[in-house]
Structure formats: structure tokens, C-alpha cells
T-cell receptor
Framework: KAGVTQTPRYLIKTRGQQVTLSCSPISGHRSVSWYQQTPGQGLQFLFEYFSETQRNKGNFPGRFSGRQFSNSRSEMNVSTLELGDSALYLC?????????????FGEGSRLTVL | QQPVQSPQAVILREGEDAVINCSSSKALYSVHWYRQKHGEAPVFLMILLKGGEQKGHEKISASFNEKKQQSSLYLTASQLSYSGTYFCGTPNAGGTSYGKLTFGQGTILTVHP
């Protein structure tokens, strides 16, 4: 069974640009969550999508947005990039109501903003 | 409110034991534990539910004290492979959505030969 796939793995952007990150969940998983990981703030929740609907949203500015498609794939977008947006962005998929409630994380997209 | 983990870091020799604690200022419905090795994705270890039910890896044990709003992760007879950063996570109010977890700041565990 293929794991969670995130693309791109690494990217470098400059301030003011925008970026789109993609996440393909494990087949059959309908829930996708996004987290931002930085050395200073740790793992912080961004959003959760389930069946194309945003179910939860973290405490991030409106520059951070996301969506989920009918095949459960998800994208997140960050507009008007700031230096502080440099981070590892992790996507996790799960199958609510089944199994242990485990989140399966992808390896992340490492964003560097110059 | 972010759960608080202690200690922030611990160094062990192979075969030694360690305990990692996770405390919350709000009522806990469940506690989730993950381990992240350097440069890798976090990996699920276990979930502890109210009432004492535990789901996860058999070789790692943990406790969940609902009254004290605490959980502890017990790593016994540590191996080199145990090295990594351990995170506890708590779900939102009501504990119904495991996709939204608030994670502690992490505990860095290093095991030396």
C-alpha cells in the first residue's frame, strides 16, 4: 500500500511569491490534515479536510488556504510569502472511525523563503 | 493550549529506560504519541483513550491519568532505533477529530551504544 506522497519535496521561493503544495493520501483515506513544522514553534495544525470539506482550521492567517478534491488529494496554498513561512509542511491522511485513529504522515515539503 | 512535555531532552545508553511525560491544562479525551526521526516523517506510536483503552505498538507502553490530565510514555530497554523526537498530541474539544491534534514541543531522545 503506497504511503502519503507530497510534492514537491523541496522548494525555494522569494518573499511575496505564492506556493502550492500537493498531497496524495493513502488510498481509501478521506481525511487529510496539514501541519507546519518549524524549530521554534514545533508542529502546528493548519487545516483538516474530509470529503472535500474543511472540517477544522488552525490559527494561521488567511494567506494559508487549502482544498481537497473528489479523489481525496489535497493542496495547500500560501500567498504573499514571508520569511517566517520557511518550514517543513507535513500532510497526514487518516481513515476516521477505522483502526487506531493513526495519522499517516508524508515526508513533507520543505519550503525556504528568501 | 499546547500540551507540555518533559523532559525536553534525554540521553541514554542502550538498555536503559526512559519516561516522557505530557501534561495538559485542559481536559483530555485522548493522548496520541508519535516519534519523528531526523529527516523523516512522524510515525504513530499509540493512542490512549479515556477509560484506559490503549491502541498501538505492543513494545511501548504508556499511561493516561485523566484526573491529572497527564500521559507518560515508557521506553524500556532502549535500543539505538528509539532515538528521535517524541511528540504527544491531543485532539480538539470533544476529542472527535483526530486529524486536528495539538502537539507538545517534543522530547529529543538520544540513545548511545
Amino acid at each position: 500500500k503506497a504511503g502519503v506522497t507530497q510534492t514537491p519535496r523541496y522548494l525555494i521561493k522569494t518573499r511575496g511569491q505564492q506556493v502550492t503544495l500537493s498531497c496524495s493520501p493513502i488510498s481509501g483515506h478521506r481525511s487529510v490534515s496539514w501541519y507546519q513544522q518549524t524549530p521554534g514553534q514545533g508542529l502546528q495544525f493548519l487545516f483538516e479536510y474530509f470529503s472535500e470539506t474543511q472540517r477544522n482550521k488552525g490559527n494561521f492567517p488567511g494567506r494559508f488556504s487549502g482544498r481537497q478534491f473528489s479523489n481525496s488529494r489535497s493542496e495547500m496554498n500560501v500567498s504573499t510569502l514571508e520569511l517566517g513561512d520557511s518550514a517543513l509542511y507535513l500532510c497526514a491522511s487518516s481513515s476516521p472511525g477505522q483502526g487506531t485513529g493513526e495519522l499517516f504522515f508524508g515526508e513533507g515539503s520543505r519550503l525556504t523563503v528568501l | 493550549q499546547q500540551p507540555v512535555q518533559s523532559p525536553q531532552a534525554v540521553i541514554l545508553r542502550e538498555g536503559e529506560d526512559a519516561v516522557i511525560n505530557c501534561s495538559s491544562s485542559k481536559a483530555l479525551y485522548s493522548v496520541h504519541w508519535y516519534r519523528q526521526k531526523h529527516g523523516e516523517a512522524p510515525v504513530f506510536l499509540m493512542i490512549l483513550l479515556k477509560g484506559g483503552e490503549q491502541k498501538g505498538h505492543e513494545k511501548i507502553s504508556a499511561s493516561f491519568n485523566e484526573k491529572k490530565q497527564q500521559s507518560s510514555l515508557y521506553l524500556t530497554a532502549s535500543q539505538l532505533s528509539y532515538s528521535g523526537t517524541y511528540f504527544c498530541g491531543t485532539p480538539n474539544a470533544g476529542g472527535t477529530s483526530y486529524g486536528k491534534l495539538t502537539f507538545g514541543q517534543g522530547t529529543i531522545l538520544t540513545v548511545h551504544p
